[in-house]
Each structure stands twice: as C-alpha cells, then as structure tokens.
C-alpha cells in the first residue's frame, strides 16, 4: 500500500451516540434508515410508488424521489446480505476517512445516478426508474476498493479489487445487454464521482500505471518552442525564468515515523483496517500528525 494513503487516515470517528452501551456511528444511521423504509413498505403498499426515481414524475415537481429511491427494498434474504455489507465496508470507510466524507460520498452515490437520469429525460426524452440500493452500495465497495485494493475477501487470493472490478464489469454488460445507456451512464458517472470525491479527501491516485502504461504505447511528439528573444538592437541578458514554488524533498525513509508507518500500512494491505489494534490506530494518528508537521517545516 503506499504511504501516501496516511495522509487522510482520520481519527475523527466518534459516535454520535450510544444505545444501550452500543456505539452509533454513520453507517448505523444508515442501516437504521432502510431497516424503518423496509417496514414502511410492509405498512403502506404504496410507499415503493411514492418513493421510487422516475424522471418524469421527478420533472413534475417531486424532487424527493432523487434520494428516497434507496430506500425502497423487498422483502427477501438479500436484504440480511445487503445490510451486512453495508455494515461491514461502511464501517471501515467512515473509520479512515471520517463520518462527513463518508456521509457525502454516500450522498454523491444517491444523487449523481438520480442527476444523470434527469439529464436523460430532458435530453433524450428517456424515461429511467431508478429503485434500490444496487448503484449506492456498490459505490461504497468501490470505495474501500479504492482504498484496500489488495484486501482479501474470503479466502487468501481472492483480492477485492477483482471483485469491484468483475461486478463493474457485469453492471455495464447488463445494461449494454438492456441497451440501457442513460442507466449506464448513470452507473458510470456514480463510480467516476466516488474516486473524484475520495481523491480530494486524500486517496492517492489509482490508475498511475495505467497512465504511464498509456503515454509509452503512445508517446507525445516534442513540440519546438521559440525562446522569447530580445528587441531589435537589444542585447538578451541571457536569463530565464526560474519557478519560485520549489518541489518539496522526499521524505527520508529511515526515519522512525515513516519505518512505523509502513509497517502499519502494509498489516492494513494484508489484513484490512480491521485487524489494527487500538494502540496501533493511535501509533497511526501520532506518526501521520508528526510527517504533517515535518512536511510544514519544510
């Protein structure tokens, strides 16, 4: 993993409440708030109806179902299955990142898919319904992802970047297979904003190898400048600009922080952000804080 992944470890994760002696975070907000949409579609039959996204109804003014389509759920076994994950990933991404980014990338997951939808119809004259939770929560193990790449999900080979990367795959052959392309676009566009928005709460960047893979199959071509030369009769100084923001030196591997740090982060890449002990967390947050002010100083 690399070490620039500690920059955004955050320690600012403390529930909001406790039930009972139960801690209440985020995610368990969340899990509450399906749990109470799933009763209330048992009570009211017409909950599904009134809480479902349809772009047309949306443009008639009922802007609510933009976000209450997550909430609309059967009555099955996979409901257990989808509120299980829900638990198990949300957790992790709202112990690293925070409850505030964790809360807005779940929001991002909701609305962009629900936004693009709307762009469909008042563009393309398609309508879309949008119900479930399918698109949100597969944002959410994108995410961790993202951040676990190397993670491993049931057993030791299975790495949860190749199941991100499987159902991604799945997702887009199923609504190709509909020729379903405002959905698709919908689908995309919600993956694509939960890496822009975890890039800007401090994901190091995730495709690099991609990129240089990229520019060696395709080189640019040298472009030739002309130098800015000196007016006609004038004698060029011979002088050049010279940036005043100077790159900042890499950090010295053999300092202590950092020989912690990587040590931490490579348990995290084996075993997950789970299986770090209190003190180890704490270890995290004291050497992350002392790179933070080192990287000031300079």
């Known amino acids: 993993m690399n070490?620039?992944?500690?920059?955004?470890?955050?320690?600012?994760?403390?529930?909001?409440?406790?039930?009972?002696?139960?801690?209440?975070?985020?995610?368990?907000?969340?899990?509450?708030?399906?749990?109470?949409?799933l009763l209330a579609s048992v009570l009211a039959t017409a909950w599904g109806e009134y809480a479902v996204f349809f772009s047309p109804a949306v443009a008639d003014m009922q802007l609510w179902r933009m976000g209450t389509y997550v909430l609309v759920h059967g009555v099955n076994f996979s409901f257990v299955?989808?509120?299980?994950?829900?638990?198990?990933?949300?957790?992790?991404?709202?112990?690293?990142?925070?409850?505030?980014?964790?809360?807005?990338?779940?929001?991002?997951?909701?609305l962009i898919p629900a936004a693009v939808g709307m762009l469909g119809w008042w563009i393309f004259q398609t309508p879309v319904m949008l119900a479930g939770t399918s698109i949100a929560h597969f944002c959410v193990m994108l995410g961790l992802a993202f951040f676990q790449p190397n993670a491993a999900m049931f057993v030791e080979w299975l790495k949860l970047k190749w199941i991100a990367a499987v159902v991604f795959a799945l997702y887009c052959l199923q609504y190709l297979k509909l020729r379903d392309f405002v959905s698709l676009s919908a689908f995309v566009a919600a993956c694509a904003g939960?890496?822009?928005?975890?890039?800007?709460?401090?994901?190091?960047?995730?495709?690099?190898?991609?990129?240089?893979?990229?520019?060696?199959?395709?080189?640019?071509?040298?472009?030739?400048?002309?130098?800015?030369?000196?007016?006609?009769?004038?004698?060029?100084?011979?002088?050049?600009?010279?940036?005043?923001?100077?790159?900042?030196?890499?950090?010295?591997?053999?300092?202590?922080?950092?020989?912690?740090?990587?040590?931490?982060?490579?348990?995290?890449?084996r075993e997950g952000f789970g299986s770090l002990t209190a003190e180890e967390k704490l270890a995290l947050d004291r050497a992350s804080a002392e790179l933070k002010e080192k990287d000031k100083r300079l």
């Not at 995730?206 to 006609?232: M, V, Y």
């Open 81 to 110: 299955i989808d509120m299980v994950f829900l638990f198990l990933m949300g957790r992790q991404l709202e112990e690293v990142f925070g409850s505030r980014s964790f809360g807005l990338l779940y929001l991002l997951a909701t």
């Open 3 to 37: 070490r620039s992944d500690l920059y955004f470890h955050s320690n600012q994760t403390k529930p909001y409440f406790y039930f009972q002696g139960i801690p209440v975070y985020l995610t368990t907000l969340l899990m509450v708030a399906h749990v109470v949409a």
């Open 194 to 269: 939960t890496y822009f928005w975890l890039r800007q709460c401090g994901l190091s960047p995730r495709f690099a190898g991609l990129a240089e893979a990229f520019a060696e199959r395709f080189p640019k071509r040298p472009q030739l400048r002309a130098l800015p030369s000196a007016g006609r009769g004038e004698k060029s100084d011979g002088k050049f600009y010279e940036p005043k923001i100077r790159p900042k030196p890499e950090i010295d591997r053999e300092h202590p922080a950092v020989v912690e740090i990587d040590a931490l982060l490579e348990k995290i890449s």
